[in-house]
């Protein structure tokens, strides 16, 4: 089997694959170019204005530190961080080890924004905690609801999760 189908192979297994992730960095730098065009347009139009100038830069300086600020954050959240969807087993890696997880344990799950223990905690029928997915894996409710989703589609689990 060829690198290439492997890797897509691999990668439609995956919560984050890296192919995705770098299509999601490179919209992330064209909309920043394309907002950084418009800045520096509408700053050369209005050279002669040393406000509109300042303003000008300012905003293309602004863009350029937010789009690299919040490229490097997802990129340190991410490294050595993987979830991948296994025949009949959740595979969750983190920098400190591996876990599996029998998908057809996972019956419940918890979404918690307390500081302690944010992340969505998947339990089994004794409510017995399975895995937990951090902040490092999962930012918000919104990206914890689009990994259900995605979970669901590949192993049929209906997964009731209590959100706080």
């Known amino acids: 089997m060829s690198d290439a ?27 920043a170019v394309l907002f950084e065009a418009i800045f520096l347009y509408w700053t050369a139009m209005y050279w002669q204005n040393p406000l509109n100038r300042s303003m000008g830069v300012g905003m293309i300086t602004v863009t350029a530190w937010i789009t690299g600020a919040s490229i490097r954050a997802d990129a340190r959240r991410s490294r050595g961080r993987q979830v991948e969807c296994l025949p009949r087993q959740l595979r969750i890696e983190t920098p400190d080890g591996e876990t599996l997880v029998r998908t057809i344990d996972i019956v419940t799950g918890r979404w918690s924004t307390d500081s302690a223990q944010f992340g969505l905690t998947l339990l089994d029928r004794n409510s017995v905690p399975l895995a937990r997915l951090d902040e490092a894996f999962l930012a918000d409710e919104s990206e914890a609801r689009e990994f259900l989703r995605w979970l669901r589609a590949r192993t049929d689990a209906e997964i009731d999760v209590t959100w706080n």
């Open 5 to 31: 189908v492997f890797t897509t192979q691999r990668e439609s297994t995956l919560w984050l694959p890296p192919g995705r992730m770098r299509q999601y960095v490179g919209a992330r730098i064209l909309a």
